[in-house]
C-alpha cells in the first residue's frame, strides 16, 4: 500500500496550490479519502474529507469557502485544491485512505508533503 503525495512548496498569502495523492496497492475506490494538516507542535487535523464516488465532502471551518477536495478514481488519485493560502494554512499535508469493512478498520497514510506560506 503507498499514498504518495505532492505539490507542496512555497507560496506567498494569497497564493494557490493544488496537492495530489497517487494511491497504489489497494482498492481506491473503495476507500473515503481525506486530507490532514499537522502544523509544528500541534496535533494533526482534519482538513477535508470525500466519500467513496464523491457523494460527499465535508471541510474543516477554517478552509470552507477556500479549499476544494476531489478525487479520480480512474487514476487513483486525490486531489486538495488550495486558494487564497493564509499563513496559518502553513503545515505539513497527509493523505489519508480510510475503509471500514466486517468490522475491521482500514487506514492508511502518505509521508506528507510541506506547504509553507510566506511572503
Known amino acids: 500500500v503507498q499514498l504518495v503525495e505532492s505539490g507542496g512548496g512555497l507560496v506567498q498569502p494569497g497564493g494557490s496550490l493544488r496537492l495530489s495523492c497517487a494511491a497504489s496497492g489497494f482498492t481506491f475506490s473503495s476507500y473515503d479519502m481525506s486530507w490532514y494538516h499537522q502544523a509544528p507542535g500541534k496535533e494533526r487535523e482534519l482538513v477535508a474529507a470525500i466519500s467513496r464516488a464523491g457523494v460527499t465532502t465535508n471541510y474543516a471551518d477554517s478552509v470552507k469557502g477556500r479549499f476544494t477536495i476531489s478525487r479520480d478514481d480512474a487514476k487513483n488519485t486525490v486531489y486538495l485544491q488550495m486558494n487564497s493560502l493564509k499563513p496559518e494554512d502553513t503545515a505539513v499535508y497527509y493523505c489519508?485512505?480510510?475503509?471500514?469493512?466486517?468490522?475491521?478498520?482500514?487506514?492508511?497514510w502518505g509521508q506528507g508533503t510541506q506547504v509553507t506560506v510566506s511572503s
Open positions: 489519508n485512505a480510510k475503509r471500514w469493512r466486517f468490522g475491521m478498520t482500514y487506514d492508511y
